[in-house]
C-alpha cells in the first residue's frame, strides 16, 4: 500500500474534528515550509552576490572618509 493510501485511511479513521485539526496542522507546515524555503532561496541569493567580493580590491580607504561621527 503506498503511504498517501495509509495517511487517507489513517485520517478516515479519526473523528471529524481531529480531521479538521490535523488539515489545520498541515497547512501551518505547509507555510513554515514556505517560510524557510525562501529564506534559503535569500541566503543562496546573498551568499551568490557576495561571491569572490573579498578577492577584489578595496575601492575605497579610511582616508577617503569626509565626515566622521564619533
Known amino acids: 500500500m ?3 493510501e ?3 485511511q489513517s485520517v478516515q ?6 480531521q479538521e485539526e490535523l488539515l489545520s496542522f498541515i ?3 505547509l507555510v513554515k515550509a514556505e517560510q ?6 535569500g541566503a ?5 552576490a557576495v561571491r569572490d567580493m573579498e578577492d577584489e580590491p578595496a ?9 566622521s561621527f564619533v
Request: net charge positive; no cysteine; proline share 3%.
Open 6 to 8: 495509509k495517511v487517507f
Open 44 to 48: 543562496l541569493s546573498l551568499s551568490s
Open 13 to 18: 479513521k479519526l473523528p471529524r474534528s481531529l
Open 2 to 4: 503506498a503511504f498517501d
Open 27 to 29: 497547512q501551518y507546515l
Open 59 to 67: 575601492l575605497y580607504s579610511t582616508a577617503d572618509i569626509k565626515v
Open 36 to 41: 524557510q524555503e525562501k529564506q534559503e532561496w
